[in-house]
């Protein structure tokens, strides 16, 4: 069992390129979430969907957008990347609909932006 | 003022000693309040989880919460070397996690 799983594990980029982070899980949950998590700083969430067709901002939308593409992936794209977003990424899932508060993480994205 | 304060340490123990970390918050309206345990290049995983105030053991692990002073504990008894990660404290209002706010963790080292 995979669990959640995400691409590219590393990443550097430079100032103003584009990229989109993948991430998939394969536990039937509904809700999916982009985290990141900065020194100091804890995690941070970006982006949500509470179930397939829906997305809502985090504490930290600003220079993201998601979609989530079926109920297993969950995109999140950086259309013009600045050094402020160099980070770890993380995604999550949980079950939600029933009252679980469990968030399952992926391995992470460390992504430099130069 | 941040939500959820939590010490970032470092924190470095013998093996086999007992470990308190900590949290305290300002929002009154959480309910659900929950431990991560992040190691080395790896993301968070669930370790405890409580509803309102109260202890709750788990092995050599026991999360306590006291609503009255908005403080929440983790300890670890009998420290173990493979214990050395990042922990992380996480609460919300809501029995969803759609709104699950983290500490910024505490990093904590058991030296053997």
């Known amino acids: 069992n995979a669990g959640v799983t995400q691409t590219p594990k590393f990443q550097v980029l430079k100032t103003g390129q584009s990229m989109t982070l993948q991430c998939a899980q394969d536990m039937n949950h509904n809700s999916m979430y982009w985290y990141r998590q900065d020194p100091g700083m804890g995690l941070r969430l970006i982006y949500y969907?509470?179930?397939?067709?829906?997305?809502d901002k985090g504490e930290v939308p600003n220079g993201y957008n998601v979609s989530r593409l079926n109920k297993r992936e969950f995109s999140l794209r950086l259309e013009s990347a600045a050094p402020s977003q160099t980070s770890v990424y993380f995604c999550?899932?949980?079950?939600?609909?029933?009252?679980?508060?469990?968030?399952?993480f992926g391995q992470g994205t460390r992504l430099t932006v130069v | 003022q941040k939500e959820v304060e939590q010490d970032p340490g470092p924190l470095s123990v013998p093996e086999g000693a007992i470990v308190s970390l900590n949290c305290t918050y300002s929002n009154s309206a959480f309910q659900y309040f929950m431990w991560y345990r992040q190691y080395s290049r790896k993301g968070p995983e669930l370790l405890m989880y409580t509803y309102s105030s109260g202890n709750k053991e788990d092995g050599r692990f026991t999360a306590q919460v006291d609503k009255s002073s908005k403080y929440i504990s983790l300890f670890i008894r009998d420290s173990q070397p493979s214990d050395s990660a990042t922990y992380l404290c996480?609460?919300?209002?809501?029995?969803?996690?759609?709104?699950?706010?983290f500490g910024s963790g505490t990093r904590l080292s058991i030296r053997p």
């Open positions: 999550a899932s949980s079950r939600d609909r029933g009252g679980s508060t469990e968030a399952f």
């Open positions: 996480a609460m919300t209002p809501y029995s969803s996690a759609s709104k699950i706010i």
């Open positions: 969907s509470a179930s397939e067709g829906t997305t």
